[in-house]
């Protein structure tokens, strides 16, 4: 029997499908396909767009799932239909993808992959500010006005001094604005 573990490189701007059905589909035996990429400056998005697996054993011997790293397959989701949409995508490079269809009746699945320049599908940080807080000092954060880096995606990391704190942040107003009013300030809601 031949193995249906395999490497496919993704390479150009389009989207490629892959399709996973009928006589592409192994049966009773766990395969691993790696999708890989050999340009650094790009990465790798998989997204599932079809899955169909006999569900009546909860997933374990009829599934898909996917990860960024071969070692990170064994604790990944299974999925025997279509997940909800915030959880059909990963990005990185490269990407592995494990399936097993025990069942002649399985269906199988389609999954799209595309190469994207680094950066395209997730903003990179272009800001950093480090905040430390030493044991219950309350400190308030205000990005407004001159302090907010427009047009910038930013990463703030808090720390404690002290280990035995634990930190929790709490989000007093958060005030987003995708158009300009005519005042030329933001237009939000308070958040608590």
Known sequence: ?????KTIEIGGDSEQEHTFKGDTLQKNEKCVIEFTNTDDKYQLI????EVKFDATSGCE??????????DSLATASKYCT?????????????LFLEYCASKD????FIVGVKRVAKGEGQQPVTCTD????TNDEVKTLSYKGDTLRKDQTCLIEVTSTDTNYNLALTFT???VSTVRNPSDKPIGVPFT
């Open 1 to 5: 029997q031949v193995s249906c573990s």
């Open 46 to 49: 998989l997204t599932l767009k």
């Open 61 to 70: 011997t009829d599934y898909v799932k996917f990860a960024k790293d071969k």
């Open 82 to 94: 279509l997940p909800e949409e915030g959880k059909r995508s990963i990005e990185g490079s490269p």
């Open 105 to 108: 009746d399985s269906t199988g």
């Open 130 to 133: 480090k905040v430390t807080i």
């Open 173 to 175: 107003e958060v005030v």
